[in-house]
């Protein structure tokens, strides 16, 4: 080794030391798995770490102490640095409307680092920063390789799966006795076991307790308005329904350039926070003694030129598909109505060259999509700060269902390290 060389190595340490891997801080109390090699020390060892277990639909999370098995092929088992509550954990966690799957982790909106990967993954290593996503792209099947298409063969989302796709076993477990995954995530736990194909990988830089709430919710919101309305700048577009799916459809808005964005919604209090993400009007269903559809068309001249509904109430997805102006209006349902639930319009109003779309996922491609989505975010043309309303350790995640339970704030984002 040269003296120049020695030299180098040696400047050169206190940066990497400092400014790399501060990135890949493993802060479990009990665990401290360094990067080796590329490899952490825990790769192919049962890891056992904190979890929030729901035991019984609608009882409060049991924090317990889990054993999570090592990633099988095109696995990859990750730590989670930050993850926030979604309407759909607290659907399935309430046991409202399908086969209740218990014990089980909930979780899917999150953010984590990469611990180690299984056979036969090669584009995620070790340290690096990812999003785990519900639904997955496998490269491989028909839908992902159309450019029109998000809606993976493979990975597509599965609510009643609790178990890995490669052999049907689940990777959590408790003194021997099987967790149910949740929609393949399970973010709800310190370390978490995922297919390769529900990963997306983040720019190193991104924050990940502000990125992590694009897994789900927002992405799938911004993504109905940018994807599939695709408003021209200086359109007119309404947004029915405004949570945060509804709000980051508006925030969509704002960004393609909107001169206008109605928020329709029952709660009158909501529109003053909507303000923030672009909504300059304001329309109470309730306020009125003839159908919405017909003010929001005597309010622009015949009807809004995009609308995208984000409620899953089957009156307000028809509502949202007549406000569109004839000629050329576009309406987008996003919500996911009740299974029986049956969308009645007259067959003029389509003759009329209106158009119907509805969205998964906002259109987006995990892997290949969301890293662009995070972009948005690092080059300040997508604002994420103002969705997140609360923050809570996870030794009290039950507060965090508390609030959405009581319809307050949009994300509440759990630190997995407090």
């Known amino acids: ?33 360094p990067l080796t090699n590329n490899m952490s020390t825990t790769s192919g060892l049962v890891i056992p770490c904190k979890a929030a277990v729901a035991w019984e639909a609608g009882k409060p999370l049991v924090i317990e102490k889990v054993e999570v098995a090592p990633p099988q092929a095109m696995e990859v088992r990750i730590k989670v640095k930050y993850t926030s509550l979604c309407h759909t954990d607290l659907y399935f966690w309430e046991a409202k409307g399908q086969t209740p799957l218990f014990p089980r982790i909930f979780g899917h909106e999150a953010a984590g680092i990469v611990e180690s990967v299984g056979e036969g993954v090669t584009d995620l290593h070790v340290g690096d920063h990812v999003l785990p996503v519900f639904t997955g792209e496998c490269g491989e099947c028909a839908h992902c390789k159309s450019e029109e298409s998000n809606m993976c063969d493979l990975l597509r989302i599965d609510t009643e799966r609790g178990v890995m796709h490669s052999d049907g076993k689940s990777r959590f477990s408790i003194n021997g006795t099987p967790i149910n995954h949740f929609v393949g995530t399970s973010t709800f736990s310190e370390y978490t076991v995922i297919h390769s194909g529900c990963l997306a990988k983040l720019n190193p830089l991104a924050p990940m307790d502000k990125v992590c709430v694009l897994s789900c919710g927002i992405s799938t919101g911004l993504g109905a308005t940018l994807n599939v309305a695709k408003p021209k700048k200086g359109s007119t577009v309404a947004v029915f329904g405004l949570g945060a799916v509804g709000l980051a459809a508006a925030e969509g808005a704002r960004i393609a350039g909107a001169s206008r964005i109605i928020g329709i919604d029952l709660n009158p209090n909501r529109f003053e926070e909507a303000k923030k993400f672009g909504i300059t009007d304001f329309v109470n269903p309730q306020d009125y003694d003839r159908p919405v559809q017909q003010v929001i068309a005597e309010m622009t001249n015949g009807g809004v030129d995009r609308s995208i509904e984000c409620t899953g109430n089957i009156n307000a997805m028809i509502s949202a598909f007549e406000c569109v102006h004839d000629g050329w209006g576009v309406a987008v349902l996003v919500g996911v109505p009740t299974k029986d639930a049956v969308f009645m319009t007259k067959p003029i109003n389509l003759l009329n060259e209106r158009t119907l779309k509805g969205t998964f996922f906002g259109n987006y491609k995990p892997r290949t999509d969301l890293p662009s989505v995070v972009d948005m975010y690092m080059n300040k043309k997508l604002e994420l700060d103002k969705f997140i309303t609360h923050r809570v350790p996870f030794s009290e995640i039950n507060k965090a269902f508390d609030l959405m339970l009581r319809g307050e704030g949009l994300r509440c984002i759990i630190s997995m390290e407090d």
């Open 1 to 33: 080794m040269t003296k120049m060389y020695q030299f180098l190595v040696q400047r050169s340490r206190p940066f990497l030391s400092q400014r790399f891997f501060s990135q890949f801080s493993w802060a479990s109390s009990s665990l401290s798995p």
